[in-house]
């Protein structure tokens, strides 16, 4: 009953803090926490990289969990290379979700208000979703991103990639970032979920995505 109350109490402090940074900032990186359009991309194109690499044929659905104002979506309309994924995009915000819908780029059926997806999907990525804290108790943190996981995985054929933010221990920062240590959430993901890679990029040093498939795939 506790981390359910508190994930619901976390779960409106996100809500509000990312609708007063996007009143402020706008359908820009900026306006949810992204340092720069450089490095929201770079993230999405390690992720959905991946996705193509395990799955080097076909159609693959998507759910983009914490999906913001959209951008993953243009980014994958922009690159011919990603045209075989088939997206959905998630988010807890109402106000980024009728940011999306209004935005003429994009589709609004494609896009829908919750933490996880409404159907089974190929993959759920997460990219940067769990990385600004509203608490500055890094073990209820992890225990609530964590059971998003759980919910997500229970909707995801194939498996799920996210990225956190790293460091040698799990610590949340003076400007509410949080960093993770990366060998103890890929042994949590290998025990609870399936076969688990980390990916690094010298360009990101900070940075580790987390590639999680199920141990039949």
Avoid at 5 to 17: F, S, W
Avoid at 32 to 57: A, C, H, Y
Avoid at 147 to 158: I, N, P, Q
Wanted: proline content about 3%; overall charge positive; charged content about 25%.
């Amino acid at each position: 009953m506790k981390s359910i109350l508190r994930a619901l109490q976390y779960g409106r402090l996100i809500r509000n803090v990312y609708t007063k940074r996007f009143v402020k900032y706008g359908r820009q990186p900026a306006g949810i926490f992204w340092s720069n359009e450089q490095r929201q991309v770079s993230r999405f194109k390690i992720i959905l990289d991946q996705i193509l690499f395990v799955r080097p044929k076909g159609s693959v659905s998507i759910a983009d969990v914490g999906c913001g104002y959209g951008a993953m979506l243009r980014f994958i309309r922009e690159n011919k290379a990603y045209s075989r994924l088939i997206y959905s995009g998630y988010d807890i915000n109402p106000t980024l979700i009728k940011a999306c819908k209004s935005d003429a780029r994009l589709t609004s059926r494609h896009f829908h208000i919750g933490d996880r997806p409404v159907n089974s999907v190929d993959f759920s990525v997460m990219s940067g979703t769990y990385n600004m804290a509203v608490t500055s108790n890094v073990d209820d943190w992890e225990e609530y991103f964590l059971g998003c996981l759980e919910s997500c995985w229970k909707y995801s054929r194939r498996g799920m990639v996210f990225n956190l933010l790293s460091s040698e221990k799990s610590h949340i920062s003076d400007g509410s970032l949080y960093y993770a240590n990366v060998k103890r959430i890929r042994g949590y993901c290998k025990i609870n979920f399936g076969v688990t890679r980390v990916i690094r990029e010298p360009h990101l040093p900070s940075d580790a995505t987390f590639m999680v498939t199920r141990d039949w795939y």
